[in-house]
């Protein structure tokens, strides 16, 4: 109460000051308005200073009050735990009143007097996992024509190395109070993606329905129907709640969208930027010009930026607030325009070119479309080129378009073809007989991610007929197919990377089957066999250093070893 009342009380003091500033603007004497004016504006600043710290001390005592509750309840479950139920936080030992600096929020959000556990979280999916370098925060919404978030996942797990996984949170907010909904979307995500889910490296939350103020009788501003500022308004809520459940997870926030892709090693690129710039009093940095798509913070700044937000939630879009308040962190009223700008470029400081393109055409405002494009962001490479030894391709696949498999073969185009059955192959029959040490075959790509062939071997058929008779001493011991390839690897989340043994000799051919039938499409992006098949499945194939040639070789050099091998033969 005697928060409430102090915080009441300094509102009615910045009203008076406020007041009192307009009426000497007003007044005949410019010389003595204009000294109130300057004299007012410096004590708000000083209150702005002042409430930025005790915010900064409120956070810490807020991820300590959090890591307790976490620390608890990882003792009484290793499962996902629905922290909504005020049962569960009682049995926890946990009181259910709000941490000390989130009260203010009930300021601005009055009903949640009524309902404190409005701001407790569902935690659907999630380990609790704290401590990490980076929480990347991803609001999404029931769209009605097309989904992105599974192609959005795909693309920023895409050769996400374990290090960097274990080092980092992906925060799914499902912006719904529908349960059959918000559970459809963890069914999905844990089944796409179970390593990361067991991991703690995925968590999928959503408010509860008395989160959320009645949005009905909101003014209309800057020409917005009704719909589209109820969207906006609900949006910037929406962000809030997911900044303050993820600000004690990590050292650093991201803000993405669910409609976007992004480049590949777009962690390492980060760390390394925010470390260029640890020294510096910097509140963002960007990596996408768009809205608020790329927006990096230190998560310690977050509860000063989303009080911010609620403030005016109601009167103006997210990225327009945010430019708002470095205006009012760093702006002289005095000074003009540019002045600003260059002041406003000390806290927000942009990288290039953009890591983070945004794909999505229609838009989570019913009837929106939207074709925004980061002219940053450049073109992603979709496959690479390789030169590989002579040889016959064929599949059993359908082929999308012109990514055809000899294409990819010559490296002029990466494969691709639509969804597979059990049964389909990939096959590579080499003109003369090669002795091959490593194959590599990568499937998708960074703009078709999940296109990735899965249980699928990769199988070689023998020049030699006496490799197939029972093992020979020492050789190793292959499973044998009906037709007499030897199976010699498979591919693990796309990709297919192994050495061949010595003890099989020259190969015929080489040939990738598919053993059971999936949704997604096929397609190969890398091959010295280089492949790939349909939008919706890449394959990437590369097929090997031979015996003897350094890997530092080209590839006209390791063509020319290749083929006269074949020619020895």
Same mark, same amino acid.
Request: with cysteine; charged share 20%; glycine share 6%.
């Given at each position: 109460?005697?928060?409430?009342?102090?915080?009441?009380?300094?509102?009615?003091?910045?009203?008076?000051?406020?007041?009192?500033?307009?009426?000497? !603007?007003?007044?005949?004497?410019?010389?003595?308005?204009?000294?109130?004016?300057?004299?007012?504006?410096?004590?708000?600043?000083?209150r702005l200073l002042f409430a930025e710290k005790e915010n900064q001390k409120?956070?810490?005592?807020?991820?300590?009050?959090?890591?307790?509750?976490?620390?608890?309840?990882?003792?009484?479950?290793?499962?996902?735990?629905?922290?909504?139920?005020?049962?569960?936080?009682?049995?926890?030992?946990?009181?259910?009143?709000?941490?000390?600096?989130?009260?203010?929020?009930?300021?601005?959000?009055?009903?949640?007097?009524?309902?404190?556990?409005?701001? %407790?979280?569902?935690?659907?999916?999630?380990?609790?996992?704290?401590?990490?370098?980076?929480?990347?925060?991803?609001?999404?919404?029931?769209?009605?024509?097309?989904?992105?978030?599974?192609?959005?996942?795909?693309?920023?797990?895409?050769?996400?190395? !374990?290090?960097?996984?274990?080092?980092?949170?992906?925060?799914?907010?499902?912006?719904?109070?529908?349960?059959?909904?918000?559970?459809?979307?963890?069914?999905?995500?844990?089944?796409?993606?179970?390593?990361?889910?067991?991991?703690?490296?995925?968590?999928?939350?959503?408010?509860?329905?008395?989160?959320?103020?009645?949005?009905?009788?909101?003014?209309?501003?800057?020409?917005?129907?009704?719909?589209?500022?109820?969207?906006?308004?609900?949006?910037?809520?929406?962000?809030?709640?997911?900044?303050?459940?993820?600000?004690?997870?990590?050292? &650093? %926030?991201?803000?993405?969208?669910?409609?976007?892709?992004?480049?590949?090693?777009?962690?390492?690129?980060?760390?390394?930027?925010?470390?260029?710039?640890?020294?510096?009093?910097?509140?963002?940095?960007?990596?996408?010009?768009?809205? &608020?798509?790329?927006?990096?913070?230190?998560?310690?700044?977050?509860?000063?930026?989303?009080?911010?937000?609620?403030?005016? %939630?109601?009167?103006?879009?997210?990225?327009?607030?945010?430019?708002?308040?470095?205006?009012?962190?760093?702006?002289?009223?005095?000074?003009?325009?540019?002045?600003?700008?260059?002041?406003?470029?000390?806290?927000?400081?942009?990288?290039?070119?953009?890591?983070?393109?945004?794909?999505?055409?229609?838009?989570?405002?019913?009837?929106?479309?939207?074709?925004?494009?980061?002219?940053?962001?450049?073109?992603?490479?979709?496959?690479?080129?390789?030169?590989?030894?002579?040889?016959?391709?064929?599949?059993?696949?359908?082929?999308?378009?012109?990514?055809?498999?000899?294409?990819?073969?010559?490296?002029?185009? %990466?494969?691709?073809?639509?969804?597979?059955?059990?049964?389909?192959?990939?096959?590579?029959?080499?003109?003369?007989?090669?002795?091959?040490?490593?194959?590599?075959?990568?499937?998708g790509n960074i703009e078709h991610p999940g296109d990735k062939l899965f249980?699928?071997?990769?199988?070689?058929?023998? !020049?030699?007929?006496?490799?197939?008779?029972?093992?020979?001493?020492?050789?190793?011991?292959?499973?044998?197919?009906?037709?007499?390839?030897?199976?010699?690897?498979? &591919?693990?989340?796309?990709?297919?990377?192994?050495?061949?043994?010595?003890?099989?000799?020259?190969?015929?051919?080489?040939?990738?089957?598919?053993?059971?039938?999936?949704?997604?499409?096929?397609?190969?992006?890398?091959?010295?066999?280089?492949?790939?098949?349909?939008?919706?499945?890449?394959?990437?194939?590369?097929?090997?250093?031979?015996?003897?040639?350094?890997?530092?070789?080209? !590839?006209?050099?390791?063509?020319?070893?290749?083929?006269?091998?074949?020619?020895?033969?």
């Amino acid at each position: 109460m005697r928060l409430r009342l102090g915080s009441a009380l300094t509102l009615v003091c910045l009203s008076a000051v406020f007041s009192f500033t307009w009426y000497a !603007a007003r007044s005949g004497n410019e010389g003595t308005g204009l000294d109130v004016y300057q004299s007012q504006f410096l004590e708000l600043h000083q209150r702005l200073l002042f409430a930025e710290k005790e915010n900064q001390k409120r956070s810490h005592e807020l991820n300590r009050v959090l890591n307790e509750i976490k620390k608890v309840v990882g003792e009484r479950s290793n499962v996902s735990t629905n922290v909504t139920d005020a049962a569960k936080w009682k049995m926890l030992g946990v009181t259910n009143r709000l941490p000390v600096h989130l009260t203010n929020i009930q300021y601005y959000l009055p009903h949640l007097q009524e309902h404190e556990d409005g701001i %407790y979280p569902n935690v659907v999916i999630g380990q609790g996992r704290t401590g990490v370098s980076l929480v990347m925060g991803i609001p999404t919404v029931r769209r009605e024509k097309q989904t992105y978030l599974m192609n959005t996942l795909n693309s920023l797990f895409y050769e996400m190395s !374990a290090k960097q996984k274990n080092d980092c949170v992906i925060v799914i907010f499902v912006a719904e109070v529908d349960t059959e909904y918000v559970n459809s979307i963890a069914e999905n995500i844990r089944s796409s993606f179970p390593d990361e889910v067991l991991s703690g490296a995925l968590e999928v939350v959503s408010p509860p329905a008395s989160y959320y103020p009645r949005l009905s009788n909101l003014k209309e501003t800057f020409g917005d129907s009704k719909d589209r500022v109820r969207w906006r308004t609900k949006q910037n809520l929406d962000y809030s709640f997911l900044m303050l459940y993820a600000q004690p997870k990590g050292t &650093f %926030y991201l803000q993405l969208e669910d409609d976007i892709i992004a480049k590949p090693d777009y962690i390492q690129i980060i760390k390394d930027f925010a470390e260029q710039h640890s020294s510096n009093d910097w509140m963002i940095l960007e990596f996408s010009q768009l809205g &608020f798509i790329g927006k990096l913070f230190r998560s310690r700044d977050l509860p000063l930026i989303v009080e911010f937000f609620l403030m005016f %939630y109601k009167d103006k879009p997210i990225d327009w607030l945010l430019d708002h308040l470095l205006w009012v962190k760093v702006c002289n009223p005095e000074r003009d325009a540019k002045h600003c700008e260059r002041q406003k470029a000390y806290l927000r400081i942009s990288y290039k070119p953009s890591l983070f393109q945004h794909v999505g055409i229609h838009s989570s405002l019913a009837g929106k479309i939207q074709n925004l494009k980061d002219k940053d962001f450049g073109k992603n490479q979709l496959f690479k080129a390789h030169i590989n030894p002579p040889a016959a391709v064929s599949t059993s696949l359908k082929v999308f378009q012109q990514f055809t498999l000899e294409k990819a073969y010559k490296g002029v185009e %990466y494969f691709w073809a639509f969804a597979p059955m059990a049964g389909d192959y990939i096959l590579f029959s080499f003109f003369q007989p090669l002795k091959i040490e490593r194959y590599l075959f990568k499937s998708g790509n960074i703009e078709h991610p999940g296109d990735k062939l899965f249980n699928t071997t990769v199988e070689v058929l023998p !020049a030699d007929e006496t490799v197939l008779q029972p093992a020979k001493e020492n050789a190793q011991d292959f499973k044998r197919t009906e037709d007499g390839y030897l199976q010699i690897g498979a &591919f693990e989340n796309g990709i297919a990377d192994g050495i061949i043994s010595p003890s099989i000799g020259k190969i015929h051919a080489l040939r990738l089957s598919i053993h059971s039938s999936s949704p997604m499409w096929v397609l190969l992006s890398e091959s010295i066999s280089n492949l790939c098949l349909r939008p919706q499945s890449c394959l990437l194939v590369m097929l090997v250093k031979s015996v003897g040639v350094d890997t530092g070789t080209s !590839a006209m050099e390791l063509t020319r070893v290749l083929n006269h091998s074949a020619a020895e033969s």
